[in-house]
C-alpha cells in the first residue's frame, strides 16, 4: 500500500511514499484488473466497480470480497458480474442506478450516458457514478464514448480522481478524452481498461505518475494542484 504525495517539483511531478500513519481522512484504492477498483473509506465502508467475468478479460477476478456497495456501470460481462462476492453487497446498476441513491452513508449520483445513441438497448447505455468519500470525490466514467454534454458536466460537478475509460469497444479518441478533462478539471485521471491500450495512450503525457503497486492513499490534503495522469501497478491476483 503506498501513500500518494504529489510534490511541487521542477516538472510538478510526484513521488511515492512508502506505508506511514495515514490521514483521518484516507480513502484506500486497489486495482483489481481491468475496469474493477475497490475503494475502502476510513470507516472500513468499501466500494468496488464494474466487477467482471474472468472470461470477457483473460484477468482472474479476485475471490472472497465483500463489498458493501458495487457500482455497475453497464450490461456488459466485463463490467456486471455482481455473483462475484460472497456477501450481499447494495448493487447501483441500470434503471436503479440513475440519479440519486445513499447506502452505507454515502450518497452516489448515477449519469446515464449514450441513451440517445443506443436507443432501448441497455447493454449500450452507460452509468458515469459520482460520489464523494472521505473529501475526495470520484468520477467514475465506466464505459464512456462520447464527450459529456453540458447537462452531464453540471450533473458530474467538481471532481477530485476521475476514472477515464480507455480502449473501450467504441474507443474515445485522444480529442475526447482531452475535452473530458477540460469539462471536468480532475486533480488526478487514472486510464483504465486494457494494459496494452493505457500504455499506449500515455506515450508522451508530461504530468504522469506510476505506481509500484496496485493500491494508493488519497486524502483531501495528498491531491496534485495540476491534474496529473495515475497509472496502477499489476494487480496481485
Known sequence: MYLLCFVLCGCGGGEIIPSRPLPALAVRVDWLGHESFSFQSSLGT?????????????????SHLRPDIVLVSNERPEANNVNAFENAPTVFRGAVGIGSNSATGIRFRGIPTDEETHPGDV?????VFVWEMDGVRFCFAGNLKNVLSAPEVLQVGTVDVLFL????????????????????????????????????????????????????????NNLPLESTVLIFGSPGN
Open 165 to 220: 475509460p480507455v480502449g473501450t469497444p467504441r474507443e474515445l479518441s485522444d480529442l475526447e478524452r482531452q475535452a473530458i478533462v477540460r469539462q471536468l478539471h480532475p486533480r488526478v485521471i487514472v486510464p483504465m481498461g486494457r494494459r496494452g491500450a493505457i500504455s499506449q495512450w500515455v506515450t508522451g503525457i508530461a504530468r504522469l505518475h506510476q505506481l509500484s503497486g496496485p493500491s494508493v492513499i488519497f486524502s483531501p
Open 123 to 127: 447493454a449500450e447505455v452507460n452509468l
Open 46 to 62: 468499501k466500494v468496488i466497480t464494474n466487477p467482471f467475468e474472468s472470461s470477457a478479460t483473460g484477468m482472474s477476478f479476485p
